[in-house]
Structures are given as structure tokens and as C-alpha cells.
């Protein structure tokens, strides 16, 4: 009896554990599929609208792969608040600067929220307790019904119905012209599609040219203003116009009349004075230079020939002979070219500095002015008695 006892005894406790490892079995399943042992952190979506059949427990997407899951909605004034578990573990891989859409696969199927990562991510990931905003919301069906309700509402039926008959009757009949006329115009629209760029930029030329005359346009309507008033003052004054313009005519046909007969001897001193003149412009410096020296000298010699007192001044002095002219050691040559110069104020006879002077090939030996003076009591017999020293 005793061995039948606890036989029945251990049968029924091997029995109540196996139940109650299923129990803890199928609590641990079900725990694990709906995320209890996962490591969540909470972020927050802000959204214009859910949209239909967003309910908790929502899957969260980024790239296709499921990294969360929605876990309440909240509405917020005019907009709406989602709370979403992200794995912890995978926020690393989101940035902070991430966007969402609420969409959904099919028109009546649950929504889900997509993550997008933008073009330029930022360098720092999304942290829990952050947010994000949701950029577009998947229109829905109802969303179209409802806007095409609201349309409907507006739209009067018997205008609808009168303007649908109206547009029955101009369309009834013309199928053929219609036809021909979108024919036409495709091949229109095919001959000007080539040059479409050449008349964007004409265009934008236009624009160029239409920006420039409205800069100008003050100074173009002063100047009209002006043409305007020199016209009436023209009006005002015909009469004395028409007597200008007569004694004109008068003028010409005198002067064409003492001119015509000499045209030829015109023309022909105009020929001969062409050179004359090109040389004239060639020597322009110096004769400059000469007149202006000239006119400087003839003030200073004003007083010598006796502007005031009557009389001629003259200084006498001896200068040192020179040597005789030898020839053919002393012909003159001819062999320098250059224009007349009037540098460092030759024209100014007040002047105390030397100019400088051109050495030519005018001479066997080239002539070296001397330009400062030169005093040698040894020679003074030599000067006075024996032929001029050279230099």
C-alpha cells in the first residue's frame, strides 16, 4: 500500500510540473515575441496625422529591417505624437538627423513607420529620449474620398449638369477635327521643341535688354522731354529758320561761285602744301624751341640795342684763334639722323645748367664742346704769340 501511495503521489507531482513547465514555457514565448527581453530606448515622432490602422506595436523600419516597434499614440493639439521603442543597440546606426514617412505596402494595410536616412547624415547618432518628424503621411483612401466629398459639396449640380451639356454639344460630331487639330498641334509642338533652347535663351536676353532700357529709362525720357521742347522752339522760330537757312544757300552759292572757277589751283596747293606741312609737323619741336629761345633773347636784348638809353652796348674781348681749315681732313659730313630736340630747357635762356649734346658722325674727329672753364697761365705767351690750342 505504501509503495501504491507514493507511486500515485510522484505520478501527480511529475504531472503538475510538466504543466507548469509548459506554463513557463509559452509565458516565455509570448514574452519573447512581443519584445519583453529587448533593450529599448524611447524616441519621440511627431507627425501631421497617423493615418488609418496605425495601432501600437507598429513595426519601425530603417532600410527595411525592423529596429523598433510603436509603442503608444498620442494626439497633440493639431498634430500627433507616436512613442517609439528602438532598440538600443541599433540607434548607433541612426543618425541624428534622420526623417520618417508613415506608409503603408497595401491601400487597406496596416501602417508601419520608414525611417530615411537624408543625403548628408550627421557625423552623431540619434540618442533615447530624442525626436524625429515625420515628413509625408501616405494618402489614404478615405483621405481622397473625403477631399472629393468636400469638392462635390462645392460644385452646384444644375451648373455641372449645364456645363457638361454645353460641352457635350460643341464636342459632338467634331471628333474628326478635334483629331486633326491635336495632329497639328503635335507636329507644331514636335517642329518648336528643337529650338527651345535658343528661345529660352532669347528670353533671357530679353530680359537683359528689357533690365537695361528700364535703367536708362529716366535719362531716355528726359531726353525725349528735351527733343520735345527744342521741337516747339523750332515751331516758335520757323521764320527766322527759313531766313537762316536762305541766306545759307545764298552764302554757299557765293562761295561756290568764287571757288569753282580755282578748284583745280585749290587742289593742287593743298597737293603741294601736303609735304611741306609733314615737314613743318617733323621739325615742330625745334622750331618750337627756336621761336620760344628767340622771343626770351629778344627781351634780354632789348636793353644792349638801347631800348632805353639810345645807344648800342657792345663787349669786346680776344679769344684764341683757331686752326686753319685744312683740306679734305675738315669736310663736313652729313651722316646723322634724328628728329630736332628741345631737351632740358634749351628754350629757356635763363637757364645756367648744360645741356647735353649729340655726338654724330659729323666731322673725321666728332666735335667735344668744352663745358667748364679752363684757366693756364703757361700758355698765355702761346696764346698770345703762337696758334690756337686745340680743345
Given at each position: 500500500?505504501?509503495?501504491?501511495?507514493?507511486?500515485?503521489?510522484?505520478?501527480?507531482?511529475?504531472?503538475?510540473?510538466?504543466?507548469?513547465?509548459?506554463?513557463?514555457?509559452?509565458?516565455?514565448?509570448?514574452?519573447?515575441?512581443?519584445?519583453?527581453?529587448?533593450?529599448?530606448?524611447?524616441?519621440?515622432?511627431?507627425?501631421?496625422?497617423?493615418?488609418?490602422?496605425?495601432?501600437?506595436?507598429?513595426?519601425v523600419r530603417?532600410?527595411?529591417?525592423?529596429?523598433?516597434?510603436?509603442?503608444?499614440?498620442?494626439?497633440?493639439?493639431?498634430?500627433?505624437?507616436?512613442?517609439?521603442?528602438?532598440?538600443?543597440?541599433?540607434?548607433?546606426?541612426?543618425?541624428?538627423?534622420?526623417?520618417?514617412?508613415?506608409?503603408?505596402?497595401?491601400?487597406?494595410?496596416?501602417?508601419?513607420?520608414?525611417?530615411?536616412?537624408?543625403?548628408?547624415?550627421?557625423?552623431?547618432?540619434?540618442?533615447?529620449?530624442?525626436?524625429?518628424?515625420?515628413?509625408?503621411?501616405?494618402?489614404?483612401?478615405?483621405?481622397?474620398?473625403?477631399?472629393?466629398?468636400?469638392?462635390?459639396?462645392?460644385?452646384?449640380?444644375?451648373?455641372?449638369?449645364?456645363?457638361?451639356?454645353?460641352?457635350?454639344?460643341?464636342?459632338?460630331?467634331?471628333?474628326?477635327?478635334?483629331?486633326?487639330?491635336?495632329?497639328?498641334l503635335s507636329n507644331l509642338l514636335g517642329r518648336t521643341n528643337p529650338v527651345l533652347g535658343d528661345l529660352n535663351r532669347t528670353i533671357d536676353a530679353t530680359a537683359t535688354v528689357t533690365n537695361v532700357y528700364a535703367d536708362v529709362f529716366p535719362d531716355l525720357s528726359r531726353v525725349i522731354d528735351n527733343f520735345t521742347r527744342t521741337g516747339n522752339t523750332l515751331v516758335d522760330n520757323s521764320s527766322n529758320l527759313d531766313a537762316l537757312l536762305v541766306n545759307t544757300t545764298g552764302l554757299a552759292n557765293t562761295v561756290n561761285g568764287i571757288i569753282a572757277p580755282k578748284k583745280q589751283t585749290v587742289m593742287t596747293a593743298l597737293s603741294n602744301l601736303d609735304p611741306?606741312?609733314?615737314?613743318?609737323?617733323?621739325?615742330?619741336?625745334?622750331?618750337?624751341?627756336?621761336?620760344?629761345?628767340?622771343?626770351?633773347?629778344?627781351k634780354k636784348a632789348l636793353p644792349i640795342f638801347g631800348d632805353k638809353t639810345g645807344y648800342i652796348s657792345l663787349n669786346a674781348g680776344v679769344l684764341p684763334g683757331k686752326e686753319p681749315y685744312r683740306y679734305p681732313e675738315d669736310l663736313p659730313k652729313v651722316n646723322v639722323q634724328g628728329p630736332p630736340t628741345c631737351a632740358l630747357g634749351l628754350s629757356n635762356i635763363e637757364e645756367t645748367t648744360h645741356a647735353p649734346f649729340y655726338v654724330g658722325d659729323t666731322a673725321p674727329q666728332p666735335y667735344q664742346p668744352r663745358t667748364t672753364p679752363k684757366a693756364d697761365p703757361r700758355k698765355l705767351f702761346q696764346i698770345m704769340f703762337g696758334p690756337a690750342p686745340r680743345g
Open positions: 500500500m505504501r509503495r501504491t501511495e507514493r507511486s500515485s503521489l510522484a505520478r501527480k507531482f511529475a504531472a503538475v510540473g510538466m504543466v507548469a513547465a509548459i506554463v513557463i514555457v509559452f509565458t516565455l514565448a509570448v514574452m519573447q515575441f512581443s519584445g519583453s527581453f529587448r533593450d529599448t530606448s524611447p524616441v519621440t515622432l511627431t507627425a501631421d496625422r497617423a493615418g488609418l490602422v496605425m495601432n501600437a506595436d507598429a513595426k530603417l532600410r527595411g529591417v525592423v529596429i523598433g516597434r510603436v509603442a503608444s499614440i498620442e494626439p497633440d493639439g493639431d498634430r500627433v505624437e507616436l512613442k517609439l521603442n528602438m532598440d538600443t543597440d541599433q540607434l548607433r546606426r541612426v543618425p541624428a538627423n534622420v526623417t520618417a514617412q508613415i506608409r503603408s505596402n497595401t491601400v487597406f494595410g496596416a501602417k508601419s513607420v520608414d525611417l530615411d536616412i537624408p543625403a548628408d547624415p550627421s557625423t552623431t547618432h540619434l540618442r533615447s529620449g530624442g525626436s524625429i518628424s515625420a515628413d509625408r503621411v501616405q494618402v489614404e483612401l478615405n483621405t481622397v474620398f473625403q477631399r472629393l466629398v468636400d469638392v462635390l459639396a462645392q460644385v452646384q449640380p444644375d451648373k455641372l449638369n449645364a456645363t457638361l451639356g454645353a460641352l457635350d454639344t460643341a464636342l459632338s460630331g467634331r471628333g474628326d477635327q478635334i483629331g486633326k487639330g491635336l495632329e497639328d611741306v606741312s609733314q615737314l613743318l609737323g617733323y621739325y615742330a619741336p625745334g622750331l618750337s624751341c627756336f621761336l620760344k629761345a628767340t622771343a626770351g633773347a629778344g
